[in-house]
């Protein structure tokens, strides 16, 4: 633990190491640190990483960017889990070449320091192996009959030096307190577009099903979508069933809501048959799949009173002192539709199991994405616990944390496993707002833990600010589909639904107590920009990866400008909003070329990727005007 | 190391509980976190602590302050080694009284509630004991026949509510995956005034001696000063010995440099005839301590080529090619009078042990503080075994790190060992840089590893703005004296000695190479000031304690103010100067009232302590006017 070399603020690392950092597969992952010691040497540095269970670690050795920073790259070549150490040791060969190049420059005799050079040669000679052995008795030979200005060259010479530095002794050899972690995640962890729809509103009269839901594919293909995420496909309970708008009572023929989930039909392994059979849902698993769509399964631990479980384990339930199981409560309010699960009584290994075997269950079936529901209701041990063992297992599956609470417990849920999580997205509508939130989401730490999937809407929440109309509509389409490399809406928003339940953020005649059927040519509908949007995304990779993020300011603060960009910068995309429905709005927006790594004076290309107009622009600032019911937003390609 | 409730952010805790954090005896130490969990349980912490070494601990409960923040403190009643942790549980007691509450406040029936809560009670009385079982027994009788409004009071007593939380079942119990250290030191290590001396020029003609510095203690005591600071005592090198200016070689009678250690007649636990004997040497630190002054030796692992160690242990130093003992060097510089000692040779345990036994050598001659001569080029590794083998031994010693390197290799020392540093603090003389700096050193986590010694000048650093005289050495001491508990003043800087050689910051005629006689009645001396800070230091609890430091804002940026509190502001020292050596300045001095805990519109009392001059202040802003000569600056008290 007490090492000569201080190798600090390595990052990622995630509360001091407790938790693995989120990485995606095929896709760099780079670390950096602070690394210095006492004296003038200079160090030498290797980040050393290796799949969770190998014994052989790869080391890659690590730039001295600046000062003490340190950083080097590796890329995970599969899902799973990492590990990952950093080791540092005094650079005997630079340190000494420094001197010597210092010394003679002052007009030194450095034939003395040329011998102990020499020494380090021949130790590293020595060591070294195959090629590189040929090579350095080829340049030792000749080391040692040239003149000063030979030696000084062949010891500056990079080949030479780096294959030295390779075999040296490793002295002062210090290795980082921790070792850490990393998961490393499918693409559609990192990066997916998402349509959430109730089966049952699939057909045009009485419950969808399954199928007429693959006979409907080809809309959501259309508008480039690549995953689809189904509502509870559970039977549904009875007791105390909620009717339309969440009505106490239901009325005859009210289907439920799917989140109160079993009857005595069966649960959580088990398909409501409104819906069609176990093998439908296979089929359209396997269809949406040959269209390049996943499917999402919503996993709400949450049990109806009809659920097999209350006959089978009523142990597993919260009980009154009458023995009685108690229903759903947060004072004042009552769910008497839902009987939650209580994941900490004292022998809660089988129920943890039995949930673990849900998941199982579903992944048998094709299921890789999870959307997990009120997973901030539900112990955090729990979810570290069931997410890791099925991660193990199955490293491609991944989770989606449904939690609003406060940020602490969003975050944790991340740190503790989940692959993803809803926001506050929807919440999140002025220009200030929206680029406080997005800096903390694409800063360090939060950066390397929490994936935030931005959804325009939920079937529970209907954002005050779509009573503006189609063009707020389009704004957070455009939004959430470049602020994140996961977006989502749920059905209607394409069609600008609208229509809310009072004062609430609930729309009116809610999708949950009550079957849809839609007319999805309604006018109006922004359909054809969604689908643009995905298209977009699809060729982006400034967009399909969380890594640049940058705001830039506007002469006009009705336009919000940010630019998204690859860690190499060689993809850059602007975005620009007017976020006045409106008025027309125009000013112009600094690019902040510097950062970009291009010339202040620059004369560049913008394509705007939404209707192919190309512009050129010059320097920092340029010129913009966007004009609602025309265009509302520019997404253009900086060359 | 998977549990229910999260415990995050824990401060102090240095590098993830790496190092130790720093606390003093007798002083209150605060430890907070956040602390949550799922749902909507409410959280009951404690903050556990025990000397390391023992096996029991103590816990006390954690207060929570606000959302997720958690707060409780100790106080270490001893120097040495403490470990803390956290651990929480759910307050399942607490969490049903709010339901409880929440339900009666909806009209809802508590009945069953009541009976649930009854429970916990009865689990409770049964764990008690003594008086608490007592005091339960009294309070469930009368429980079961009260009322339901007389149930809800006693439920909500405070007394009763704390001794049913004291034995509830500990639910959900999580621990903090860390135990954390701290090291208490004893007060000199956190605050203490210094002068710095060569023993050498404390005579009248020729060599002064430990019994002529004894003759003079009373010049010291009377500035109350209570550590002086020794430069090296041990025998000088006379080889490459250096003469006057720094000469590269001396003439017969020059002295010589100090920090070049050792000829035949000695090394390090030898004293150097000229200024006495060691037995002289006991009696300077047996007469220091009755006047309540401590004797602070200088430790500077260098050797002079003269020191016995070059002869004994030839294999301790590095070495050329040819096997010659190399001379330290920093290219293109050559210091032919200093071997560095290497602490990295292969065998280094007994170098390293040797170099223990010399600090032992001296504490068993009464020395508690070493100020280490540039540990910055020695091995971080080296300073972190030997503080901990000392302190571990003598909790009572403390280090002081003279490394004027950069920031992290000087915050790196602290956290290795030492109790306190030097400081940038004599390069940093404008407002705004002055205020960067404090804060920065005043704030997490700096502050919990980090503590500043503040010399206003060092036999190397004649600060360039000194030029300025007498007035600019009363600024520089109170900056000293009140922005840090720690501060010193090397010898001649109360007499405002600023005679530089060249543009350098050395001093003309350094004392590192000659002796000197100064008339300490000059005129134009600042000894009753530094009287006077020294003494308002030894009252004063807020600038003895390292707690708060607040800048305050003035209409006048030649005015600079901050202020000095304690942790329960009891007590608040407000300090202004006039940074201008010249000119009168004048303004309003912006007090936060509301962060001291004070009446946005209160009139207060605030008392000079400089002149005794009283002041009835109103409000936020009040008026300062400062006349150099005069007045350069107030440290008030504010009442």
Redesign the interface.
């Known amino acids: ?6 190798i ?1 603020n390595v990052c990622p690392e995630i ?4 938790f693995p950092a989120k990485a995606e597969i095929n896709s760099k992952f780079y670390v950096n640190a ?1 690394i ?5 040497d200079i160090i030498y540095a290797v980040l050393k990483y290796r799949k969770k269970g190998k014994r052989k670690w790869n080391a890659i050795p690590m730039e001295n960017k600046s ?2 920073i340190f950083k080097a790259f590796f890329i995970p070549e599969s899902t799973g889990y990492y590990e990952y150490i950093i080791e540092a040791w005094k650079d005997s060969y630079g340190s000494m070449l ?2 010597i190049i ?2 003679h ?2 007009g ?1 005799d450095i034939s ?1 320091d040329l ?2 050079i ?2 380090i040669i021949k130790y590293a000679y020595s060591k070294s192996i195959n090629e590189d052995k040929k090579y350095l008795k080829e340049s030792i030979k000749k080391f040692t009959s040239m003149d000063i200005e030979g030696k000084l060259a062949l010891l500056n010479d990079i080949k030479f030096s780096s294959i030295i530095k390779k075999y040296q002794k490793k ?2 050899k210090s290795i980082y ?2 070792k850490l972690e990393l998961i490393s995640d499918p693409e559609y962890g990192i990066y997916a577009s998402w349509y959430e729809l109730f089966t049952r509103s699939q057909g045009n009269n009485g419950s969808g099903t399954f199928r007429d839901l693959i006979l409907g594919l080809d809309y959501i293909k259309n508008m480039n979508f690549n995953v689809i995420y189904l509502t509870p496909v559970h039977p549904v309970g009875t007791t105390a069933r909620r009717g339309k708008n969440g009505a106490k009572t239901a009325l005859p023929g009210d289907p439920g809501s799917p989140w109160a989930i079993g009857n005595e039909s069966g649960g959580y392994y088990s398909i409501n048959s409104d819906l069609g059979t176990i093998d439908d849902f296979d089929e359209l698993v396997k269809t949406a799949g040959l269209s390049g769509i996943k499917i999402a399964m919503d996993i709400a631990f949450q049990c109806s009173p009809d659920h097999p479980y209350v006959r089978e384990h009523p142990e597993w339930f919260y009980h ?3 023995g009685t199981i108690r229903y759903a ?4 309010k009552k769910y008497y539709d839902i009987y939650p699960l209580n994941f ?1 009584i004292k022998n809660k290994m089988p129920l943890w199991h039995e949930m673990k075997n849900i998941f199982i269950f579903w992944i048998s079936h094709g299921i890789k994405i999870f959307r997990v529901d009120n ?8 979810w ?2 069931i997410i890791k063992e099925i991660k193990t297992e199955y490293p491609d599956v991944v989770f989606l944390a449904e939690a609003f609470t ?1 940020p ?2 969003m975050f ?1 849920l991340s740190k503790r496993g989940f692959t993803m999580s809803y926001s506050y997205f929807t919440w999140r509508t002025g220009h200030d707002e929206l680029i406080e939130y997005f800096n903390e989401l694409n800063s360090p730490p939060v950066k390397n833990f929490f994936r935030p999937m931005l959804f325009t809407n939920t079937p529970d929440i209907l954002g005050k600010d779509l009573d503006l109309g189609r063009n707020e509509f389009i704004i957070r389409a455009v939004l959430a589909s470049t602020l994140s490399p996961l977006w989502g809406i749920y059905s209607g928003f394409e069609l600008c639904e609208n229509e809310r339940l009072g004062n609430t953020e609930e729309y009116l005649n809610s999708e949950k107590y009550e079957i849809k059927h839609r007319d999805f040519n309604k006018k109006g509908n922004i359909i054809d920009i969604i689908s643009r949007l995905n298209y977009i995304r699809s060729y982006s990779n400034a967009l399909k990866k969380a890594e640049g993020l940058l705001f830039c300011e506007t002469t006009n603060n009705k336009l919000l400008a940010y630019i998204r960009f690859n860690d190499d910068l060689s993809e850059k995309v602007l975005v620009v909003i007017n976020m006045d429905t409106e008025n027309i709005q125009s000013g112009h927006v600094r690019i902040p070329l510097k950062e970009l790594g291009m010339d202040e004076n620059s004369i560049f290309d913008v394509n705007d990727l939404l209707n192919n107009n190309k512009y050129k622009w010059t320097g920092m600032y340029n010129f913009v005007m966007l004009i609602p019911g025309r265009r509302q937003a520019h997404i253009m390609v900086i060359k």
Chains 1, 2 share one sequence.
């Open positions: 633990m007490n090492y000569p070399i201080a600090e509360d001091c190491g407790r602070e210095f010691k006492s004296g003038h000062d003490d420094n001197d210092a010394w420059s002052a030194e003395e011998n102990s020499h020494n002295e002062e307190c921790k009154r002192s009458d409560e947060n004072p004042p900490e997973p901030h209701t539900k112990p955090l041990d729990f570290e616990w406060k602490n417990l944790e």
